[in-house]
């Protein structure tokens, strides 16, 4: 036996053995079967395989058999799909486990989000996520006559009695950074600083899944500027960021202006994705375009604030998913982060804060583009792009199909949109309709199945899942039908420049 063989022997003792304990150890209950079945995929002796030179093939890793999901805490679509697909699990109450498939979009929106962040020039990096209490009092957001916990502050005492807060939010971390090394010369800025990390809320009743959950990843920006000028291009800067952003992701969205509530800033603008689950209340006038957060509106007021026309207003529900604020010197007064300004004199920098909730992101756009049984992914989020599916063991097609899955998987590998973005279904036991069923409700974009057609007349069965449409197309022509259909916009947003600017200008007068 050849020393080449040993890791795998290795893993497959592992896994061979992980994959009998777990159907005994495995939860009773409806969502029992992926675990297993994902054990079994993950063994190479074990799991079903296509044939032996096969490498770049990846098996499907999560298909839950028949999961449906039976609670009375679940109260959106959302969270029902990724349950009974295999996407999350709940752990405890508004914990989850985020599982492989989930992880792959989770990872994708944080490529997405680099890339905009890089492109303004702001630089990654990381705060911990423990924040001395004492930061907090020093900003007044933890007031110490209180005697401590602010509503949804999730706090910890250390084993020398010190508190520490697992905070939503960092600003007085990042300040306090700027602070140690204050002062900087005004040249050094601006000063952009992101993060993504794990945020804590201690909700008194998380719902909706990860929309709504105890503990979530968010993108949370952090900049620095010398003045308010400055701090108002950065804002411009980031928001245009944002605009491009969301509207690369595809789903509908909406920009508006937004309350500073606890954080105490000058300006701030939401963006949403309308739904009816949406736990904001947005309102829109048709008339001259303002378009708010209704927390903007006094609680009875029917009429627009900017034009004064009771007949126009809107109302809509959305699900927010990022927010813009202008702090100012909020906190950099505070905690003492200066700059060195021209006239040689240290000033209070100009701070502005900018997050995107990155778990909810995902979350939010299933709600908003699925159905009640199958899930739709954008494309830029989805866990894969493509789904070949392949006969069924045992059929005549099966071993004529091989060469050509591999060939497909390969060609596809070149196709724009699709590099590393193909899985094979190659869970040969189930029937080409059953394996097309959940893809389907898995929302892969586009799905092609290799079937008898491939082997009598070389015709693949194409599908563009969003438009629920399917043809039969040569070899070619199924390359290049994959592409256009993953360059194709699954949705149109309504964003427009138009509001922004009333949301810009209403935020003004009303602040
Ligand atoms: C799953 O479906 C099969 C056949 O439809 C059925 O026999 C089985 O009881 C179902 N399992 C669960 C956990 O619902
Ligand atoms: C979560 O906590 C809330 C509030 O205490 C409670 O109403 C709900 O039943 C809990 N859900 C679970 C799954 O424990
Ligand atoms: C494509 O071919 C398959 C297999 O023969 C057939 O079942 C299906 O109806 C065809 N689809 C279209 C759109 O012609
Ligand atoms: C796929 O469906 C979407 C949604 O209807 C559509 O916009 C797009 O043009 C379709 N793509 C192709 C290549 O037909
Ligand atoms: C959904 C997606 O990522 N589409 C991209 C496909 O490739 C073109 C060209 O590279 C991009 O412009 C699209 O954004
Ligand atoms: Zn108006």
Redesign the pocket.
């Known amino acids: 036996m050849g020393a080449s063989a040993l890791p795998i022997i290795i893993f497959s003792a592992i896994f061979g053995v992980v994959g009998i304990v777990l159907p005994i150890v495995a939860p009773k209950g409806p969502n029992r079967g992926w675990l297993c079945c994902y054990m079994a995929q993950m063994n190479p002796l074990i799991g079903p395989k296509l044939h032996q030179n096969t490498i770049l093939i990846m098996a499907p890793l999560i298909i839950p058999k028949n999961a449906t999901v039976k609670?009375?805490?679940i109260n959106s679509k959302s969270q029902r799909l990724m349950l009974e697909h295999g996407l999350i699990r709940?752990a405890?109450?508004?914990t989850f486990y985020l599982l492989p498939l989930l992880q792959r979009s989770l990872q994708k929106a944080i490529d997405l989000i680099d890339r905009h962040m890089e492109a303004i020039g702001a630089q990654k990096m990381t705060l911990p996520l423990l924040t001395s209490a004492e930061l907090w009092k020093k900003s007044g957001r933890l007031k110490a006559n209180e005697g401590g916990t602010p509503t949804e502050l999730l706090q910890t005492t250390d084993r020398h009695g010190k508190v520490q807060i697992l905070g939503p939010t960092h600003e007085e971390s990042i300040t306090s950074l700027l602070a140690a090394i204050a002062p900087v010369t005004y040249r050094q800025f601006p000063l952009r600083l992101y993060q993504i990390s794990t945020k804590f809320r201690d909700e008194?009743?998380?719902r909706f899944g990860l929309m709504r959950a105890k503990e979530f990843l968010m993108k949370d920006l952090y900049t620095f500027d010398v003045d308010r000028e400055g701090c108002r291009d950065t804002y411009e800067s980031v928001n245009e960021a944002y605009g491009r952003l969301f509207g690369e992701i595809g789903v509908p969205f909406v920009k508006v202006a937004g309350d500073c509530g606890t954080m105490g800033g000058s300006l701030s603008h939401e963006y949403h994705f309308p739904s009816e689950v949406g736990e904001d209340q947005l309102i829109r006038c048709t008339r001259c375009g303002l378009h708010s957060n209704a927390e903007l509106f006094p609680a009875v007021s029917e009429q627009c604030k900017s034009c004064i026309s009771s007949e126009t207003v809107e109302r809509q529900a959305g699900i927010e998913v990022a927010h813009a604020f202008i702090l100012e010197e909020r906190y950099t007064k505070p905690l003492g982060a200066t700059c060195l300004a021209a006239n040689g004199k240290p000033a209070p920098l100009q701070m502005g804060c900018y997050g995107i909730g990155v778990t909810r992101l995902l979350a939010a756009s299933i709600e908003v583009l699925s159905s009640e049984k199958e899930i739709r992914w954008p494309a830029a989020l989805a866990p894969y792009r493509v789904c070949l599916i392949t006969p069924k063991a045992g059929s005549k097609e099966e071993t004529q199909a091989v060469p050509w899955i591999g060939k497909l998987y390969n060609d596809l590998q070149t196709v724009p949109n699709c590099t590393g973005e193909v899985i094979v279904d190659d869970r040969t036991q189930l029937t080409i309709g059953k394996r097309l069923l959940d893809a389907r409700k898995l929302g892969y974009p586009v799905i092609v199945i290799v079937g008898s057609k491939a082997i009598s007349e070389e015709m693949f069965e194409v599908h563009n899942v969003t438009d629920g449409t399917e043809v039969n197309l040569s070899y070619g022509d199924t390359l290049t039908a994959v592409g256009e259909i993953l360059a194709s916009k699954s949705a149109k947003h309504q964003h427009s420049t138009v509001q922004n600017q009333c949301g810009n200008k209403a935020a003004q007068e009303v602040l």
């Open positions: 609670s009375q805490d709940q405890g109450n508004g008194m009743k998380p």
